[in-house]
């Protein structure tokens, strides 16, 4: 069993940053896949980025070059520093890990609201 627990998220201004942070607790042997996933109503949840065990990243395609994603394997913990926020940024960002997978997946956060308001 594996928990997320996500912080950081809140309202900011166009052109502003948040930084969202995600630690795993539970049983677990390790965690390959760490990364962020994002829903707005009445839209299908995207990708925003994931981060291998390796190194290996991919960010979606809105957020290339404003998001950086990185990881504390020690602490089980990522984070993902969002700059030049947009208003189509706005929605629940969700944390979630892979045991195995690349693109994370087998388990998720409750989510955190990011709200940029113009």
């Known amino acids: 069993q594996v928990q997320l627990v996500e912080s950081g998220g809140g309202l900011v201004q166009p052109g502003g940053s948040l930084r969202l942070s995600c630690t795993a607790s539970?049983?677990?042997?390790?965690?390959?896949?760490m990364g962020w996933y994002r829903q707005a109503p009445g839209k299908q949840r995207e990708l925003v980025a994931i981060?291998?065990?390796?190194?290996?990243?991919d960010y979606g395609d809105s957020v290339e070059g404003r998001f950086t994603i990185s990881r504390d394997n020690a602490k089980k913990t990522v984070y993902l520093q969002m700059n030049s926020l947009k208003p189509e940024d706005t929605a629940v960002y969700y944390c979630?890990?892979?045991?195995?997978?690349?693109?994370?997946?087998?388990?998720w956060g409750q989510g955190t609201q990011v709200t940029v308001s113009s």
């Open positions: 981060l291998t065990s390796g190194g290996i990243t």
């Open positions: 539970g049983s677990m042997f390790s965690i390959k896949t």
């Open positions: 979630s890990v892979a045991v195995m997978g690349d693109y994370a997946g087998d388990y």
